[in-house]
């Protein structure tokens, strides 16, 4: 295999084990098992698990961003187009393998020293909020940056508070219920 093919590789494997069993339960060792390599070739890409982890993240967040966008913008423009975030969540919830957001998982089991992972994951949860705020100012925008901006922050505060609880109580009303609560914002 190409190195970035065997790099990719490594990072589905660890995605996949991460996201189901959890950072901390997951060993290298299992990971190099699951993908088929050599513990030289493990290394090779990844330095250490704190660095596959990172990777795994991005993986992870990479494959959301692009996914809920196009979601997102197939909605009719408008509120619905607010909403479709929460639809979006439903359909994710209704996967097989949903279990939360990784990044909340992850940062659960690390330390709070670890700057580099709670820095990644502040960037990505940035970067969420910021694609609201430009879905808000293109569907309902407030007319000024400081009511979009704070709408846009209430808006992932619902979103954030259904991923989790609907992990918790393993059902969906987590989701509809902020869904209800986000369609009573924007009346």
Not at 75 to 96: C, E, S, T, V
Request: aromatic fraction near 12%; include cysteine.
């Amino acid at each position: 295999m190409r190195h970035s093919k065997i790099r990719d590789h490594i990072v589905q494997t660890a995605s996949t084990l991460f996201y189901h069993k959890g950072y901390n339960l997951t060993g290298i060792n299992e990971i190099i098992k699951e993908a088929g390599i050599a513990k030289a070739t493990l290394y090779n890409h990844f330095p250490s698990k704190e660095d596959i982890c990172i990777a795994y993240l991005q993986f992870k967040n990479n494959t959301f961003t692009k996914d809920i966008r196009e979601y997102v913008y197939k909605a009719p423009k408008g509120k619905k187009r607010i909403y479709a975030l929460f639809n979006f969540l439903k359909l994710f919830f209704d996967q097989k393998d949903f279990n939360g957001c990784w990044c909340l998982n992850t940062y659960a089991e690390m330390p709070k020293e670890n700057e580099t992972v709670r820095l990644e994951i502040q960037q990505q949860k940035q970067d969420f909020i910021n694609f609201i705020e430009e879905v808000v100012i293109e569907n309902y925008n407030q007319n000024s940056d400081n009511e979009n901006k704070t709408l846009a922050r209430k808006i992932y505060l619902l979103y954030e508070g259904a991923i989790s609880e609907s992990k918790l109580h393993q059902n969906t009303w987590p989701i509809e219920a902020s869904l209800s609560l986000c369609e009573r914002i924007l009346e």
